[in-house]
């Protein structure tokens, strides 16, 4: 048993006891979560696809971690021009693990 949700804005393939990296939540650690926005879920072969959600569906969770991505290189140049920009970025990200998967 499978679920496509949103959550925080992105789009997620969960399962049940799968884990995931979301941006940033609001939620201390240790905390359960639901998320409603379930828009597809797949139960043994039977393909439920909400318009636009499922109703009913919910997806239980678990906040695991609140963590730093990877650090991504930022870097812009003008070839012959001397203009030369060097940034950096890590991403606020949270761990969560699905418990359940409810119709």
């Not at 970025?89 to 998967?101: A, C, G, K, M, S």
């Amino acid at each position: 048993m499978y679920a496509i949700v949103e959550i925080a804005g992105q789009q997620f393939k969960v399962a049940k006891e799968s884990k995931v990296f979301v941006h940033r939540l609001p939620q201390a650690e240790g905390e359960q979560v639901e998320f409603d926005k379930v828009l597809l879920v797949d139960n043994e072969g039977t393909i439920s696809v909400g318009a636009p959600i499922v109703e009913g569906a919910k997806i239980t969770g678990k906040i695991v971690s609140h963590l730093k991505g990877d650090k991504v290189i930022v870097f812009k140049k003008k070839r012959r021009k001397g203009y030369k920009k060097k940034n950096g970025h890590r991403q606020y990200l949270t761990q969560v693990q699905i418990e359940d998967i409810t119709l």
